[in-house]
């Protein structure tokens, strides 16, 4: 805990007329809490004050610095993300949450919406929806600071923004499995020069009709584009690429 006293000491002065809002990284992974850092400091209005890696780190940080908005993974090392709802209401209950995790089990999901958090991203995720997530956020907070009283149309737009970003995670079409197409996106994130079903049918262990179902599923949702090319003998094929 002086370790981290001392830290905070190092940190800026916070002062009120920056209206920065300042974020605390929950993240076992350091490349992917790099990842966001590095998003966080293209965004305007947000600075990171702090990353923990584990849940013991994370009590720590939390206590120390009562960060205005934290980005919490669900899978830590030594404890689920949801098992650090309560102590974050009981330690720093002004500390917003949005979680960013591969998780999609409902029960995960339902006790984060209980908690009253503020989004709920799947990874792997794109900077656009990483910056559409924070910008919300920037919206709500200044909403909420900028008046004493807001009007039905202000209230209305905070929960509803709220109630999109769930719906856009937790409701998929039959037939499609959300852990399944998480392993979907994350291998269509890194064929950098597309992948046919067929490839992606063998990288994942599936049949190409299931992974064609999947692709084709990504692409109406122009989360993915296909493009039709022919081979050295003529022969077409339809490749699938990322769409950031």
């Given at each position: 805990?002086?370790?981290?006293?001392?830290?905070?000491?190092?940190?800026?002065?916070?002062?009120?007329?920056?209206?920065?809002?300042?974020?605390?990284?929950?993240?076992?992974?350091?490349?992917?809490?790099?990842?966001?850092r590095r998003f966080i400091e293209k965004i305007q209005g947000f600075q990171v004050i702090g990353a923990a890696h584990n849940g013991a780190e994370a009590k720590d940080w939390i206590q120390v610095l009562k960060p205005q908005l934290?980005?919490?993974?669900?899978?830590?090392?030594?404890?689920?993300?949801?098992?650090?709802?309560?102590?974050?209401?009981?330690?720093?209950?002004?500390?917003?949450?949005?979680?960013?995790?591969?998780?999609?089990?409902?029960?995960?999901?339902?006790?984060?919406?209980?908690?009253?958090?503020?989004?709920?991203?799947?990874?792997?995720?794109?900077?656009?929806?990483?910056?559409?997530?924070?910008?919300?956020y920037q919206s709500k907070s200044m909403s909420l600071e900028k008046s004493d009283s807001l009007n039905e149309q202000s209230i209305e737009q905070l929960w509803n923004k709220n109630h999109e970003a769930y719906m856009e995670q937790?409701?998929?079409?039959?037939?499609?499995?959300?852990?399944?197409?998480?392993?979907?996106?994350?291998?269509?994130?890194?064929?950098?020069?597309?992948?046919?079903?067929?490839?992606?049918?063998?990288?994942?262990?599936?049949?190409?009709?299931?992974?064609?179902?999947?692709?084709?599923?990504?692409?109406?949702?122009?989360?993915?584009?296909?493009?039709?090319?022919?081979?050295?003998?003529?022969?077409?094929?339809?490749?699938?690429?990322?769409?950031?």
């Amino acid at each position: 805990m002086a370790i981290l006293v001392v830290l905070c000491l190092l940190f800026p002065y916070r002062s009120e007329e920056m209206k920065m809002i300042e974020i605390l990284i929950i993240e076992d992974d350091k490349r992917i809490a790099d990842i966001h850092r590095r998003f966080i400091e293209k965004i305007q209005g947000f600075q990171v004050i702090g990353a923990a890696h584990n849940g013991a780190e994370a009590k720590d940080w939390i206590q120390v610095l009562k960060p205005q908005l934290i980005l919490l993974d669900v899978f830590l090392p030594d404890m689920k993300g949801t098992d650090l709802l309560p102590f974050i209401k009981s330690e720093s209950p002004e500390s917003d949450i949005i979680f960013i995790t591969a998780a999609s089990e409902t029960a995960i999901v339902k006790k984060a919406f209980r908690a009253g958090v503020s989004d709920y991203m799947l990874k792997p995720l794109t900077f656009d929806r990483f910056q559409k997530s924070l910008l919300a956020y920037q919206s709500k907070s200044m909403s909420l600071e900028k008046s004493d009283s807001l009007n039905e149309q202000s209230i209305e737009q905070l929960w509803n923004k709220n109630h999109e970003a769930y719906m856009e995670q937790v409701i998929t079409p039959k037939g499609i499995d959300p852990s399944t197409m998480i392993k979907i996106k994350e291998q269509l994130a890194i064929s950098s020069t597309g992948i046919t079903a067929e490839e992606m049918g063998t990288a994942c262990g599936m049949s190409r009709s299931t992974a064609r179902r999947y692709l084709e599923h990504l692409t109406a949702d122009q989360k993915a584009r296909a493009e039709l090319l022919y081979g050295t003998i003529g022969r077409p094929e339809r490749r699938y690429f990322f769409t950031p």
